[in-house]
């Protein structure tokens, strides 16, 4: 019995309303979400450290005796460090930072009129929480994701959240914290959900250790549906990144695409959450069969092979059968997934026409678990179709565009005559009068 659940759109004419209510797609109610934390941010605002050893010993089992890590524990967890990881994690780091260093933007210059520039400057944001998930999984290729971006684009305080673990004496995990210290972050803090975005954005007069933590400026970092909606709530007292939600994947094949390469994809982002989308679009009957056969051996053989069926088979995956390339595109386009993978004749090509998506891997030599850990892109991606207006994270994330206006008084006369008319159109003539006044006095 296969596992995806087909949508047929082939000879349907749909709006691009019907089309992407047509398409599977997680249930993420974050409202809903925000409703359950606000008592556990505005707790955590107004009672501080105190509020979140209180949240973890509800929400993580673990009252943690220290919410900042001591450097010695990030020391002891470096040390002891497996040293194919730390090799693994160098690796990864060197390969984001050249791809960041590359991105980086510059400040740039306009001659407007002779005597007037307009110079954008990128400043750094000066303080940044980031925030790391210790769920279901160790993730410590995602302190790589945040914290470089972050260092390249020159951002003077960095401090990184991750969730206490019992096993680990209310500790971050040792993987967490190992790669934390290998990256130079000093400022970790043992706390995760809602009550670590709070904790990150609000900050606390006393960790208990008898220094209070600053709150931040901007908060980064996925994180399930609760730690999406602390983001929405603090959102304004400091900036957010995204409110990222459950991992996708959508595959655009044809049949020249290898159903075992499609299969792997599929289940390697299933195997992250029970919520997780594997979204597979083709023209290919044929191919979606030779799928299904792989899925029904691929499946068993996995670790968490009950978690991955249990995504594969929820309303947020399946398969969208599609007339052509064209449909596909449309498809592709209408999902805006997190990851995509082109899997096409001309792959390339196809990949250049994709207008909404975190993340293209093109060909079936890029896959999305290259991109999680090692190509140097940034696996911190929008999800749930929030690609058509926002993007991945990346050292832009921590940069701000300031413009600097100088006009000597030749380059302020030419725009008296277009300020002042404007002024005066707008019902604000004081606008005006501070440019007329400036010659005025000179006669």
């Known amino acids: 019995m296969p596992i995806l659940t087909t949508v047929d759109l082939r000879t349907r004419t749909l709006t691009a309303a019907e089309l992407t209510a047509a398409l599977p797609r997680a249930e993420l109610d974050v409202e809903a979400a925000a409703a359950a934390v606000r008592p556990v941010v505005e707790d955590v605002k107004e009672r501080g450290a105190a509020a979140v050893r209180d949240a973890s010993e509800r929400f993580d089992g673990i009252r943690p005796e220290h919410l900042r890590v001591p450097q010695a524990e990030l020391e002891r967890a470096l040390a002891g460090l497996d040293p194919a990881i730390r090799a693994a994690l160098e690796e990864s780091a060197a390969r984001v930072r050249r791809v960041d260093e590359a991105h980086r933007r510059t400040d740039a210059s ?27 999984a160790v993730l410590p290729s995602s302190v790589v994701m945040n914290v470089v971006p972050a260092q390249v684009a020159g951002v003077e305080q960095i401090v990184l959240a991750s969730p206490p673990q019992k096993e680990h004496g209310g500790l971050p995990h040792p993987t967490i914290l190992a790669a934390c210290a290998l990256l130079g972050v000093t400022e970790v803090i043992a706390a995760g959900g809602a009550q670590a975005i709070a904790l990150l954005a609000h900050g606390a007069e006393d960790l208990g250790d008898g220094s209070g933590l600053e709150g931040v400026d901007l908060v ?78 691929q499946v068993p053989q996995a670790m968490h092979e009950q978690r991955i069926r249990t995504a594969l088979a929820g309303p947020q995956s399946g398969v969208v059968l599609v007339d052509g390339l064209e449909q596909g595109l449309a498809v592709v386009n209408a999902y805006g997934a997190e990851h995509l993978e082109i899997h096409t004749a001309d792959a390339a090509s196809a990949a250049a026409r994709v207008t909404n998506a975190g993340a293209v891997f093109v060909g079936p030599y890029a896959p999305v678990s290259l991109g999680d850990y090692a190509a140097g892109s940034n696996h911190v991606l929008p999800t749930g179709g929030s690609s058509r207006y926002d993007s991945g994270l990346s050292v832009q994330t921590f940069l701000r565009g300031i413009h600097v206006v100088q006009y000597d008084r030749e380059a302020l006369a030419s725009a008296r005559t277009a300020a002042t008319a404007l002024a005066d159109a707008e019902g604000l003539p004081s606008h005006g009068r501070a440019i007329d006044i400036r010659f005025e006095k000179d006669c």
């Open 110 to 136: 306009v001659q407007v009129v002779p005597g007037g520039t307009v110079t954008q400057r990128w400043v750094p944001v000066r303080r940044v929480g980031l925030y790391v998930p210790g769920g279901r």
């Open 220 to 297: 980064t970092g996925p994180g399930n549906v609760y730690v999406a909606a602390a983001k929405r709530l603090v959102r304004g007292t400091v900036g957010i990144d995204a409110e990222a939600g459950p991992t996708e994947i959508a595959i655009l094949a044809d049949d020249t695409a290898d159903p075992a390469y499609v299969a792997a994809d599929l289940i390697s982002q299933a195997e992250h959450d029970p919520l997780a989308a594997s979204v597979l679009v083709t023209d290919s009957e044929a191919l979606l069969t030779a799928v299904e056969e792989q899925l029904a051996v």
